[in-house]
């Protein structure tokens, strides 16, 4: 399936799912990549579209005792999603499916945070209250939270608590991307939908930054920034990310001089949030329509990607930097994707290691082989290498992968792939396979 066909399936809100039984499954298989680098490509997990759920789209995070946690945007036992948990157990890993999620509590499960008290935090892009959003719920912001109590079971499902259901009105709708928090611990997202109706924005909004506060028990929206769908961007898919001194980055895929997306700031003061523009992409060889979120280096340098423009035979998308220089920022494209080793359409934040190497996905065509990648861009006296560590086959090692790549102290990699898989899904997209988990090992 082409980018472009998913995020026409999003906008018009035609995702179907059906309830289904709980079929276990803990299918452990090992490929043996042949990349620039020697790595081994390894499946943590097979999605099947039962109980543990189906398709991945979204990237994992990991706790201090090495746990992975991440979500299936369809699948369960209701349809609606599933947050999972993977544990090392023995030589392999063991899946456990946290929460399932029911309609009113979300739907369509996106990217968790393990937020400062530990629990996990995240949104749905659909559920909740309803609102205008297609008759399929707005989307949640939610937490989850282990039982207070040791469980003696198998599965031991955690506590949900819905924090914020989204209307699709001022408040904002359908967040795409999941939440980060601040030093005094309050939330912070972006939705895709909502806000300001008028003009550009007629119909579904152009979306919004919240900012979510705890008091009393009690957590209260904001909105920071309401886009117009001109110059100040539209519909903002990725997260956000702050700098050393409380501002918040981000993108929007569209909007700006030439409606190909922007990257923005919003710079906190006593009176509320200013917005401005770092760089206006311009439709061409630096790219266009930013999905991914950005990334800072230690010297302040913030990366990205775009889902197509640079290659001017391929406009397969590009890797970006944005260097701050004499009070404003330059742009300059590291890496333009070529489709040579089925790398095109990039659509995730990129990882970077502490040496300053670059790591991300791309997720492919649906016609063609090899069906995305996962890549690195290494770092060297002011050069960029690019190395291509796995060509996804969409068979049993799974395919198109939108998920950010996650590295542990040992310098494994993860991630998760959408499609691909068990060929014998029960649920899910509409592509008949439920996803991976997968490990590269170097």
């Known amino acids: 399936m082409r980018p472009s ?35 081994t490509f390894t499946v943590l997990h097979t999605f099947t579209g039962a109980q543990d759920g189906a398709n991945p789209y979204n990237g994992l995070v ?14 369960g036992n209701n349809g609606f999603g599933v947050v999972f948990k993977l544990s090392r ?23 968790v945070t393990i937020g400062p008290d530990g629990n996990l935090y995240g949104t749905t892009e659909f559920g909740g209250a309803g609102g205008s959003c297609q008759g399929l719920g707005c989307g949640v912001v939610f937490k989850l939270s282990p039982l207070p109590t040791r469980c003696a079971g198998f599965l031991c499902p955690w506590s949900v608590t819905v924090l914020h259901r989204f209307t699709g009105g001022a408040d904002g709708g359908r967040p795409f991307s999941g939440v980060i928090f601040d030093q005094q611990g309050n939330i912070y997202g972006t939705t895709s939908q909502g806000g300001q109706f008028a003009g550009q924005c007629a ?64 710079t906190p003061s006593g009176s509320g949030w200013t917005h401005s523009i770092l760089y206006n992409f311009q439709a061409g060889a630096d790219g266009t329509y930013p999905y991914g979120g950005l990334t800072f280096d230690h010297a302040g340098n913030l990366y990205g990607t775009t889902d197509i423009g640079g290659d001017i035979n391929c406009a397969c998308g590009t ?35 502490a040496s300053g190497n670059l790591y991300g996905t791309t997720p492919g065509g649906a016609d063609t082989p090899p069906y995305g990648n996962i890549f690195k861009l290494a770092a060297s006296n002011g050069n960029w290498t690019y190395n291509s560590l796995y060509e996804f086959t969409d068979g049993a090692d799974g395919g198109h992968s939108y998920s950010t790549v996650l590295m542990d102290a040992n310098g494994n990699l993860y991630g998760t792939a959408s499609d691909g898989g068990s060929s014998h899904c029960v649920s899910g997209d509409d592509s008949g396979t439920c996803g991976v988990v997968w490990q590269i090992t170097p």
Request: with cysteine.
């Open 5 to 39: 066909e998913i995020r026409l399936r999003r906008v018009n809100g035609l995702d179907l799912w059906i309830a289904i039984a709980f079929i276990a499954s803990t299918l452990l298989l090992i490929f043996a990549a042949a990349p620039a680098e020697a790595q």
């Open 62 to 75: 990991m706790d201090r005792a090495g746990n992975l946690y991440g979500t299936a945007k369809f699948g």
């Open 89 to 111: 157990g023995g030589s392999g890993w063991i899946f456990t499916p946290l929460h399932d999620f029911a309609g009113a509590e979300g739907s369509s499960p996106t990217t």
């Open 203 to 266: 119909g579904n909004g152009c979306g919004v930054v919240y900012e979510l506060s705890l008091s009393g028990g009690t957590w209260t929206e904001s909105v920071i920034h309401t886009f117009s769908g001109g110059a100040d961007g539209l519909s903002p898919y990725a997260g956000l990310i702050f700098d050393s001194t409380g501002k918040l980055y981000g993108t929007t895929p569209y909007g700006g001089s030439l409606n190909a997306g922007t990257v923005l700031v919003l």
């Open 319 to 353: 890797i970006y930097q944005l260097s701050p220089s004499s009070g404003g920022w330059t742009h300059a494209v590291l890496y333009a994707f070529t489709n040579t080793n089925g790398d095109r359409y990039p659509q995730a934040s990129l990882f970077i290691d």
